[in-house]
């Protein structure tokens, strides 16, 4: 079945620099691709999304593209805040709308 | 502002009981979702309804049931708590017409003890 695996956490970096949280995900077909967000003692937002092969997907800063070739959608930032700690899932649409989800990346940002 | 809320937010309860989770939207969406949180495992999907007469198990069903009272209500049950069912639990809500993302409720943190 479908499936999305995504890096473990948590992530520790340093204020400014520079995030990758690598996504990969097996799957039938050309699904819809999610990155959400979920701060400390809340639910998940949308972070960005892409619907297609080669679709960059951003937000906030953040960045995903869409790779059909390598089954990927990799979260990129080029300078993190402190306010971007969270924990970050990647998720895929199925074909029956659903979303199936990758076990989330914790990421902490120290000044 | 179009939400999803639900209650109640924290909840402790005994082994054996009966609880009820509630979730409300003003989003109009069709499709609501129940979502189990446990560390490291991500969100794993309990029970889906894509409309009011539509109810379906996900991967983690048993022990839980489902009712949607109308298309603004969804609630899960625990029939008879138990420890192992100690998490957080999401509701989430998705437009039936493209893009099919989903919008989330705060979470409810259950313990069973």
């Known amino acids: 079945g479908d499936s999305v695996t995504q890096m473990e956490g948590p992530v520790t970096l340093s204020e400014e620099a520079f995030l990758t949280i690598n996504c990969t995900y097996t799957?039938?077909?050309?699904?819809?691709l999610f990155w959400y967000v979920q701060y400390p003692g809340e639910g998940l937002q949308l972070l960005l999304k892409?619907?297609?092969?080669?679709d960059k997907g951003s937000n906030k800063g953040f960045e995903a593209t869409y790779r059909k070739e390598t089954t990927s959608f990799h979260l990129e930032k080029g300078s993190v805040q402190v306010s971007d700690s969270a924990v970050y899932f990647c998720?895929?649409?199925?074909?029956?709308?659903?979303?199936?989800f990758g076990t989330g990346t914790r990421l902490q940002v120290f000044p | 502002d179009a939400d999803v809320t639900q209650t109640p937010r924290n909840r402790i309860t005994k082994t054996g009981k009966r609880i009820m989770l509630e979730c409300s939207q003003t989003k109009g969406h069709d499709r609501m979702y129940w979502y189990r949180q446990d560390p490291g495992l991500g969100l794993q999907l309990i029970y889906y309804s894509f409309d009011v007469k539509d109810i379906n198990k996900g991967e983690i069903s048993d022990g839980y049931s489902v009712s949607r009272q109308a298309q603004a209500k969804f609630s899960l049950s625990l029939e008879s708590a138990i420890p192992n069912q100690t998490a957080l639990y999401f509701c989430?809500?998705?437009?039936?017409?493209?893009?099919?993302?989903?919008?989330f409720g705060p979470g409810t943190r259950l313990t069973v003890l």
């Open positions: 799957a039938t077909g050309y699904p819809s």
């Open positions: 998720a895929l649409q199925d074909n029956t709308d659903k979303l199936i």
């Open positions: 892409a619907t297609k092969a080669d």
């Open positions: 989430a809500t998705q437009p039936a017409r493209p893009p099919h993302e989903q919008f």
